[in-house]
C-alpha cells in the first residue's frame, strides 16, 4: 500500500532532551516536507526537500533540523525542544515540486502529536 | 507572495450543495490549484486540482476563472461525513518549493 509513515504517533517530552521523529515513503518521490499544526493557525511548512542532499527552510524552520540521506526517509530532529515546539506534526511527499500539477500532489502521513514539558 | 484567502467558515445541511472560494491574486503562470481536506486528527487528503476552466471528479468540481485569480470548491449534496477544514494551496511564487498552505475553511455540516 502507498503510504508515508511516521513514528511515533504519540510523544511527550520534557524541555532540551533532543529528539526525532522519523518520516518514510515508499512511493519513491522525490518532494518531502514537514509541517506543523497548531490551532487557529492553519497549517505551517517548517522544512522541505527537493531530493536527496536537498533541504531548504520553510516559514518557521526555528529549532528543527531535518536530514535527506535516502530518497525514502526525512526525519525531522529537535535537538533541544521547547514547549513552544508543542504540535502535531505532518510529514508529507509528492513525487515533483509541491503543487505544481498533478506531480505536485502530496500526500500526508497520520500525524505526530508531540508534548514538550 | 502566493497567499491564499478562504473563508474561515461555513455552516450547511445535508443535501445541499456547498461552494468554498479561495482567492489567490498572485498566482504564478504555471502554477496549479490544489484543495485537500482534512478531518480532526489526520493528515490532510488530496481533493481535486485544476489549472483553468472547471475540473469534475466523484467528490468535487473545482471551478477557475479565466484570470485565475480565485477558484472555487463545489461539493454537491453534502453529507455529515464532509464536515471538516478544507485548504486551497497554490505555490510560494517564486521558489520551487515552499508552500502557504493557509488556514483554510471549516465545513460544518449539519442534518
Known amino acids: 500500500e502507498a503510504q508515508v509513515t511516521q513514528n511515533p504517533r504519540y510523544l511527550i517530552t520534557v524541555t532540551g532532551k533532543k529528539l526525532t521523529v522519523t518520516c518514510s515513503q515508499n512511493m519513491n518521490h522525490e518532494y518531502m516536507s514537514w509541517y506543523r499544526q497548531d490551532p487557529g493557525l492553519g497549517l505551517r511548512q517548517i522544512y522541505y526537500s527537493m531530493n536527496v542532499e536537498v533541504t531548504d527552510k520553510g516559514d518557521v524552520p526555528e529549532g528543527y533540523k531535518v536530514s535527506r540521506k535516502e530518497k525514502r526517509n526525512f526525519p525531522l530532529i529537535l535537538e533541544s525542544p521547547s514547549p513552544n515546539q508543542t504540535s502535531l506534526y505532518f510529514c508529507?511527499?509528492?513525487?515533483?515540486?509541491?503543487?505544481?500539477?498533478?506531480?505536485?500532489?502530496?500526500?500526508f502521513g497520520p500525524g505526530t502529536r508531540l508534548t514538550v514539558l | 507572495l502566493a497567499k491564499t484567502t478562504q473563508p474561515i467558515s461555513m455552516d450547511s445541511y445535508e443535501g445541499q450543495e456547498v461552494n468554498i472560494t479561495c482567492s489567490h491574486n498572485?498566482?504564478?503562470?504555471?502554477?496549479?490549484i490544489t484543495w485537500y481536506q482534512q478531518f480532526p486528527s489526520q493528515g490532510p487528503r488530496f481533493i481535486i486540482q485544476?489549472?483553468?476552466t472547471k475540473v469534475t471528479n466523484e467528490v468535487a468540481s473545482l471551478f477557475i476563472p479565466a484570470d485565475r485569480k480565485s477558484s472555487t470548491l463545489s461539493l454537491p449534496r453534502v453529507s455529515l461525513s464532509d464536515t471538516a477544514v478544507y485548504y486551497c494551496l497554490v505555490p510560494f511564487m517564486g521558489s520551487q518549493g515552499n508552500l502557504i498552505f493557509g488556514k483554510g475553511t471549516k465545513l460544518s455540516v449539519k442534518p
Open positions: 498572485n498566482i504564478a503562470t504555471n502554477d496549479y
Open positions: 508529507a511527499s509528492s513525487l515533483g515540486r509541491g503543487a505544481g500539477g498533478p506531480r505536485g500532489v502530496q500526500y
Open positions: 485544476g489549472y483553468k
